[in-house]
């Protein structure tokens, strides 16, 4: 058996692959596959359709009799090139004339049937979704569950509603019966019954969520809550106070106003300090100290703010695996009528952490988050067993266990509304309760994330 070079192994255009690539690993191109979870390493998708096109399609060269020289060759080539650069256009999904394009030039070179495509390690399912773009029969496998979840929904769940109109009542209402392309309709759903699902969790956990009191009258929307870890001083002069261990102390560094905490020395307090939040054009002795917090280099891992005494890492470790590290709010971010705002933390927001707790709390530690952390959960040293964390339950306060446990009965709960509103639009029973878990499968993939970006270790993005 004889094989042709194909055009992969000769030349590609290299700089408009290159250029495409960086547009969609870019956030906030619109919709894209990456949106629906996070996932390491992501193939970009223009890189993937690069491949795939460029291993089917012959290289001009091996067909000597066709192009018989490097000029003819030449022409041939750039004309398979203009293809692929048709292919980097952004937002190719509304382009299908382009993926038809492809198809039909590649079905030229293997008896008008394409190959099967398997990736074995599929990860973010980049290039399975273009291999079944273009017209494959896609394969996927991971070793990851989240993987072939996402490969799963890429490939067998969003397919099978293609053209599908959405059940939720607004949408209907809004445009009827008109022809929804693609996934459009699906789409539609996640997002009406994500939208109903956040308003009930609203209500569900306000009482552990509250509002921030403004001084004038009025509450404002909590955007984010800062925390440090602390850790009984090794001072016996300290003895029983609890200092932070953080990194840095500065909270915003762009624009003309910075915004950092400044350490006070407070005797009515609980530790006899406090942080306060400072905005404006700090000195350079100011904005230094602010950068590097509680941190004494290298060797000593922190200090204590209140006797400045090193604080070795190994004493910061035993102290957490004998379950004494504390933990104390350090500031507040609002929604204000001008944007963003850090205020100074308050009991409130302290407790509302605690308050959290109870016995569905306790069982969820218990139960699925029993489990122990995998090894490589520890970085550099360890940032989980060797500072005592060494099961998923203690990645998470009280607050955020109790938040998710209610994302999942949420969840759970539309299910049976889905499926409802489904049959009333006329889907059987059967395609209902398909349909239904369609809908919750993509809200489970989002509830997921919310697990990534609300845990004790994770920090505050402020672009997501």
């Not at 290159?18 to 998708?45: Q, T």
């Not at 003819?72 to 382009?98: A, C, N």
């Not at 891992?301 to 890492?313: D, E, G, K, S, W």
């Amino acid at each position: 058996m004889t094989t042709r070079k194909k055009l992969i192994e000769a030349a590609l255009p290299l700089p408009e692959i290159n250029d495409a690539s960086a547009y969609d690993k870019m956030p906030g191109i619109g919709p894209h596959p990456k949106g629906i979870h996070h996932w390491w390493a992501r193939l970009p998708l223009p890189c993937a359709r690069a491949v795939l096109f460029a291993s089917v399609v012959d290289d001009p060269s091996a067909h000597p009799s066709k192009f018989p020289t490097e000029s003819t060759q030449d022409v041939e080539r750039e004309r398979l090139f203009g293809i692929l650069r048709r292919m980097m256009q952004k937002k190719l999904h509304t382009h299908p004339e382009v993926y038809a394009e492809a198809r039909a030039e590649m079905l030229k070179y293997c008896g008008d049937k394409l190959p099967a495509v398997l990736d074995p390690f599929s990860g973010g399912g980049s290039i399975p979704i273009e291999a079944n773009r273009l017209g494959f029969e896609a394969h996927a496998t991971d070793l990851n569950p989240v993987a072939v979840l996402l490969n799963k929904c890429n490939l067998e769940i969003a397919p099978r509603w293609i053209g599908h109109g959405p059940v939720n009542p607004e949408d209907r209402l809004v445009r009827g019966t008109e022809s929804w392309c693609g996934t459009t309709g699906l789409a539609a759903d996640v997002r009406f019954y994500g939208s109903l699902l956040r308003k009930r969790l609203l209500v569900k956990v306000s009482s552990i969520y509250p509002k921030y009191p403004l001084p004038m009258g009025g509450e404002a929307e909590v955007v984010s809550w800062i925390w440090c870890r602390t850790v009984e001083s090794p001072n016996p002069t300290a003895q029983g106070k609890y200092v932070p261990l953080m990194g840095t102390f500065l909270l915003a560094s762009k624009g003309a106003a910075q915004t950092w905490l400044e350490p006070v020395f407070d005797a009515s307090t609980r530790d006899g300090w406090r942080l306060e939040v400072k905005t404006g054009s700090p000195t350079k002795e100011e904005i230094a100290s602010a950068k590097l917090g509680t941190r004494a280099g290298k060797a000593q891992a922190f200090r204590c703010i209140l006797t400045n005494t090193p604080i070795q890492r190994p004493y910061i470790q035993s102290q957490g695996k004998a379950g004494r590290l504390g933990k104390r709010l350090v500031a507040i971010v609002i929604q204000c009528k001008g944007g963003k705002k850090y205020v100074a933390a308050n009991s409130l927001h302290e407790d509302a952490v605690d308050l959290a707790n109870g016995n569905d709390v306790e069982q969820a530690r218990s139960t699925f988050l029993a489990g122990e952390l995998p090894d490589r959960a520890s970085i550099t040293g360890g940032v989980c067993s060797a500072y005592g964390l060494t099961s998923w339950g203690h990645l998470f306060t009280p607050r955020q266990i109790k938040g998710l446990l209610a994302i999942s009965d949420e969840i759970q709960f539309l299910r049976s509304i889905i499926k409802q509103d489904a049959i009333s639009c006329g889907l059987t029973e059967p395609d209902a309760c398909a349909y239904a878990g369609s809908v919750v499968t993509f809200l489970a993939l989002a509830a997921d994330r919310c697990a990534d970006f609300n845990n004790s270790l994770c920090r505050w993005s402020p672009s997501n």
